[in-house]
């Protein structure tokens, strides 16, 4: 996927990453955007479970694996001894879409917002030692921040935001 058009989410566990984005998801749509999503898990998980024949395919040691039906499709790519792809390499795998929301990759350089919950707020907020974060969705006021702060539910204000960052334009107009 070429000059793709990112953004990202980011913030600690608990913070309403998750649900910041698929809201985000459903306003572009919504705004008629092609949009896609990459989700960073710092965790073992798995999309395939036993009992399923693609979980037995993987057992049995293949590498990659489709999953075809009529109404979505899938490929599962074990990493066995190789290292986590970067992010680069995870876009250019996607197909063409308006814009990418990705969740997670806090060290990227992408331009972000960061989601901070009074009550779940353990860790140092990111804003303070990291520039690609542009702004704030919380649910309190953060005093000794500059940055644009938004509700956490001000969803269209913050794909707005996204929209004048990107430069994104028209959804009905291709390039």
Not at 12 to 29: H, P, R, V
Not at 43 to 66: K, L, P, W, Y
Not at 161 to 170: M, P, R, S
């Given at each position: 996927?070429?000059?793709?058009?990112?953004?990202?989410?980011?913030?600690?566990?608990?913070?309403?990453?998750?649900?910041?984005?698929?809201?985000?998801?459903?306003?572009?749509?919504?705004?008629?955007?092609?949009?896609?999503?990459?989700?960073?898990?710092?965790?073992?998980?798995?999309?395939?479970?036993?009992?399923?024949?693609?979980?037995?395919?993987?057992?049995?040691?293949?590498?990659?694996?489709?999953?075809?039906?009529?109404?979505?499709?899938?490929?599962?790519?074990?990493?066995?001894?190789?290292?986590e792809p970067g992010l680069a390499e995870v876009l250019a795998k996607l197909s063409?879409?308006?814009?990418?929301?990705?969740?997670?990759?806090?060290?990227?350089?992408?331009?972000?917002?960061?989601?901070?919950?009074?009550?779940?707020?353990?860790?140092?907020?990111?804003?303070?030692?990291?520039?690609?974060?542009?702004?704030?969705?919380?649910?309190?006021?953060?005093?000794?921040?500059?940055?644009?702060?938004?509700?956490?539910?001000?969803?269209?204000?913050?794909?707005?935001?996204?929209?004048?960052?990107?430069?994104?334009?028209?959804?009905?107009?291709?390039?």
């Amino acid at each position: 996927m070429s000059e793709a058009k990112i953004f990202g989410i980011t913030g600690w566990k608990n913070s309403g990453k998750t649900t910041m984005t698929c809201a985000l998801i459903e306003e572009f749509n919504r705004r008629g955007y092609a949009v896609s999503s990459i989700k960073h898990a710092h965790h073992n998980f798995d999309i395939d479970h036993e009992g399923t024949d693609s979980h037995s395919h993987r057992v049995a040691g293949a590498g990659e694996i489709a999953i075809v039906s009529a109404k979505r499709w899938a490929i599962m790519h074990e990493l066995k001894d190789e290292s986590e792809p970067g992010l680069a390499e995870v876009l250019a795998k996607l197909s063409p879409c308006d814009i990418v929301l990705i969740e997670g990759y806090k060290g990227e350089s992408h331009p972000k917002i960061e989601t901070i919950r009074a009550e779940f707020q353990r860790e140092k907020a990111i804003w303070q030692n990291d520039d690609t974060i542009i702004a704030i969705a919380t649910d309190s006021d953060i005093v000794d921040c500059q940055l644009p702060q938004f509700s956490l539910e001000a969803t269209k204000e913050i794909a707005d935001l996204i929209t004048d960052t990107l430069k994104l334009g028209n959804p009905n107009v291709r390039n």
